[in-house]
């Protein structure tokens, strides 16, 4: 594959070119800081697949997308960010990934992976989050010991497969308290998470690269994400309901889904 990275910060492009290079089926990669340029070079050569910062300076991720995909509509998108709010759009746009910065090996070769179709992987659980957050796991509910490792999975769902760190899960989930007790809660749950992942035969839905932590979205059935990727199934107004962290990705599909 030849791939460009696109970002308007050159560390942040370093870091991307670097985390890209790693990957056995990419030959080349072609380093922008501005999309006139990148999309300059497009005109005149191929690219299999392109990295993208969103907010950059100029046209923009979003808009450099659709004129890359204009010159060469085989040309697979993966757009990289530290701001979550542009997933709904991302998606909308029928692109190939999403990646939340800062960017590792790893969760480039899984969207290598994914647009190559060589890890076509059973999709091990059933994932409800319109209405009140629900897991299944072989047509059965999935037993958690506790309602706290329910809420780390969802939380983890609500990321679309982008790492975080246990501080940034504990200062979302738990507002107030020490921060050496959240710590060691949060630890406990992930072994809770884990048991009731293993016992139902999904335990590397789990994904641990480093201090961060994410689920592996290629294994789950969930409506969130169809809804991110094709607009359906229909959202009605109501996701995670019993979490009000969740209030605020409910706000953004409210207003996506009513424009």
Same mark, same amino acid.
């Given at each position: 594959?030849?791939?460009?990275?696109?970002d308007d910060?050159?560390?942040?492009?370093e !870091?991307?070119?670097?985390a890209?290079?790693v990957?056995?089926?990419?030959s080349?990669?072609?380093?922008? /800081?501005t999309c006139?340029?990148?999309?300059?070079?497009?005109?005149?050569?191929?690219?299999?697949?392109?990295f993208?910062?969103?907010?950059?300076?100029?046209?923009?991720?979003?808009?450099?997308?659709?004129?890359? &995909?204009?010159?060469?509509?085989r040309?697979?998108?993966?757009?990289?960010?530290?701001?979550?709010e542009?997933?709904?759009?991302?998606?909308?746009?029928h692109?190939?990934?999403?990646?939340m910065?800062?960017?590792?090996?790893e969760a480039? !070769?899984?969207?290598?992976?994914?647009?190559?179709?060589e890890?076509?992987?059973?999709?091990?659980?059933v994932i409800?989050?319109f209405?009140?957050?629900e897991?299944?796991?072989n047509g059965?509910?999935?037993?958690f010991?506790?309602?706290?490792?329910r809420?780390?999975?969802?939380? &983890?769902?609500?990321?679309r497969?982008?790492g975080?760190?246990?501080? !940034?899960?504990c /200062?979302?989930?738990?507002?107030?308290?020490?921060?050496?007790?959240k710590?060691?809660?949060?630890?406990?749950?992930?072994?809770?998470?884990?048991?009731?992942?293993r016992n139902?035969?999904?335990?590397?839905v789990?994904?641990?690269?480093?201090?961060?932590?994410?689920?592996?979205?290629q294994?789950?059935?969930c409506d969130?994400?169809?809804? &991110?990727?094709t607009?359906r199934?229909?959202?009605?107004?109501?996701?995670?309901?019993?979490?009000?962290?969740?209030?605020?990705t409910?706000?953004?599909l409210?207003?996506?889904?009513s424009?």
């Amino acid at each position: 594959m030849i791939a460009i990275a696109v970002d308007d910060e050159r560390p942040m492009l370093e !870091q991307l070119s670097q985390a890209v290079k790693v990957s056995p089926d990419v030959s080349s990669v072609f380093e922008f /800081t501005t999309c006139t340029d990148a999309l300059e070079w497009t005109e005149k050569n191929h690219a299999d697949i392109a990295f993208l910062d969103i907010s950059m300076r100029g046209m923009g991720g979003m808009v450099l997308a659709e004129k890359l &995909l204009k010159l060469r509509p085989r040309c697979k998108i993966i757009f990289c960010t530290g701001y979550s709010e542009y997933a709904v759009d991302a998606f909308q746009m029928h692109v190939s990934g999403y990646l939340m910065k800062p960017i590792t090996a790893e969760a480039v !070769q899984r969207e290598i992976d994914h647009i190559k179709g060589e890890k076509k992987l059973e999709k091990k659980l059933v994932i409800q989050c319109f209405g009140n957050f629900e897991v299944f796991a072989n047509g059965e509910p999935l037993a958690f010991r506790r309602s706290k490792a329910r809420e780390l999975l969802a939380f &983890l769902v609500d990321r679309r497969g982008s790492g975080v760190t246990a501080r !940034q899960v504990c /200062t979302r989930l738990w507002e107030e308290g020490d921060d050496a007790r959240k710590m060691n809660y949060f630890y406990q749950l992930v072994d809770d998470l884990r048991h009731s992942l293993r016992n139902a035969g999904a335990e590397s839905v789990l994904v641990k690269n480093g201090n961060n932590y994410a689920v592996d979205v290629q294994q789950l059935d969930c409506d969130y994400l169809k809804y &991110l990727r094709t607009g359906r199934p229909e959202f009605r107004g109501e996701y995670m309901s019993q979490y009000s962290w969740a209030e605020e990705t409910c706000a953004l599909l409210f207003r996506k889904g009513s424009k």
